[in-house]
């Protein structure tokens, strides 16, 4: 097949998008990504590229990537998050079908976490090279702005209520990654348009894993490390995660390790210095190609979200990298996240916010046999390669691109 894939957020940055591109193009597939500039998460251009003017460039050598300019998210707040939003949406209007006049396309697959408005430029380029349109749908609109806090006005929420439900009339199919989603989504759109399709990741990247730098290491190789890897934003919990760090101050060995960066990485070193927590590292933000021997070398694999009903919908991205890494997972959230561990028998569960029963999980993980803590891992490992493996899930992808796969009628 000819597919466009169209995301605001592409390689060098860290999202899964990359993974499936790479994957589309070695099962024999043409492939063109249509993007912005890379920003995210710290908000600032990456080296290399700069906010205005389009680019072409190639990924892995042989894949054709356009960009459009870009506002940068910068150091966050409403205004840079709106112009950012604003900026790809207009700018890929523009400029994308001319950037795009000599190729045709059979399918055009958005990847869409926030923003959703990143779909506008592709209804226009499905309009001109008559391709289908998949919507790969990772976060609920408007749901998600109320969640957030980004939005609280009610008559706003219902104007962008009434674009996704505009956006969506649009596509021909509305991939969603958790079955959560259905229902939800079905709100906004029929019902026949709507395909399961969850996230993943390529476990090949797991035999790849390159040496970390010493001070990592040493921590992990040295203590208990109970290991989150991510956002560290307003999504995650943090303010859980911390108190969970005051209360196991008394365990010399353990140690919770928040690996990544966002708009609450200096809220948390500010928390650590005051509360005076040695058991809270904060190494900050490392290349995905590192993350697997991090996973590998970590006791247990962390995962928080905030006590939302948004949230209890959604499988986050990094609980099928903990799976893949075969780890055990102490999972503090609710909902689909949590029933894919605990089904997975991949490790423990604890309700969203709930500061002393995610302690107590973790005393208990700690305290568990070995063997039974690598059990959990096999057992994390073996649900991933049978509900989430990359290749089985992008074959699974070029059907529905082709609209050979049936519609969700049910759980």
């Known amino acids: ?31 063109v990504v249509a993007t912005g500039k890379p920003n995210y998460p710290d908000g600032d251009i990456f080296e290399g590229y700069r906010a205005g003017g389009t680019q072409r460039e190639r990924y892995l050598e042989r894949i054709d990537v356009v960009r459009v300019p870009l506002w940068p998210r910068g150091a966050g707040g409403a205004r840079n998050l709106i112009l950012n939003y604003l900026s790809f949406v207009l700018a890929g209007l523009f400029y994308l079908p001319w950037l795009l006049r000599k190729r045709e396309f059979d399918a055009i697959l958005v990847f869409a976490p926030s923003p959703i408005l990143q779909a506008i430029p592709a209804i226009l380029l499905k309009w001109i090279k008559r391709a289908r349109l998949a919507l790969w749908v990772q976060d609920l609109w408007p749901e998600s702005l109320a969640a957030t806090g980004f939005v609280r006005n009610r008559l706003a929420l219902r104007l962008v209520g009434g674009l996704v439900r505009g956006i969506y009339r649009c596509c021909d199919t509305l991939l969603v ?23 993943s990741m ?51 060995d353990l140690r919770l390790v928040l690996v990544g960066s966002g708009s609450r990485s200096a809220w948390l070193q500010e928390r650590k210095q005051a509360l005076g927590l040695d058991n809270l590292i904060l190494p900050g933000r490392f290349p995905m190609d590192m993350m697997p ?88 490992r073996a649900y991933f390669d049978q509900h989430f493996e990359m290749s089985a899930q992008v074959q699974r992808l070029v059907k529905v691109l082709s609209g050979n796969i049936a519609p969700c009628t049910g759980r």
């Not at 958790?178 to 399961?196: G, L, N, Q, T, W």
């Open 177 to 199: 990654q958790s079955h959560a989603f259905v229902e939800p989504v079905s709100r906004y759109a029929a019902r026949d348009k709507i395909v399961y399709f969850p996230n």
């Open 202 to 252: 390529d476990s090949r990247a797991m035999a790849h894993a390159p040496a970390l730098p010493e001070p990592l290491g040493d921590v992990l190789a040295n203590h208990f490390c109970v290991v989150f890897a991510g956002n560290l934003g307003t999504a995650q919990a943090l303010d859980t995660l911390v108190e969970a760090a005051v209360q196991l101050c008394d365990d010399a």
């Open 1 to 31: 097949m000819k597919i466009l894939v169209l995301s605001q957020y592409f390689w060098p940055e860290s999202f899964i998008i990359n993974d499936i591109v790479r994957t589309l193009d070695e099962q024999g597939h043409d492939v």
């Open 293 to 380: 021997a991090i996973f590998e070398r970590s006791a247990v694999l962390l995962v928080s979200l905030n006590d939302q009903d948004i949230f209890a919908q959604t499988v986050p991205s990094k609980i099928q990298a903990y799976l893949a890494a075969g780890r055990p997972i102490a999972a503090s959230l609710n909902g689909e996240g949590a029933r894919v561990v605990i089904e997975a028998g991949a490790g423990m569960a604890s309700a969203a916010e709930q500061v002393e029963a995610l302690v107590d999980n973790l005393r208990r993980l700690k305290a568990m046999d070995p063997a039974m803590r690598e059990q959990m891992g096999r057992a994390g």
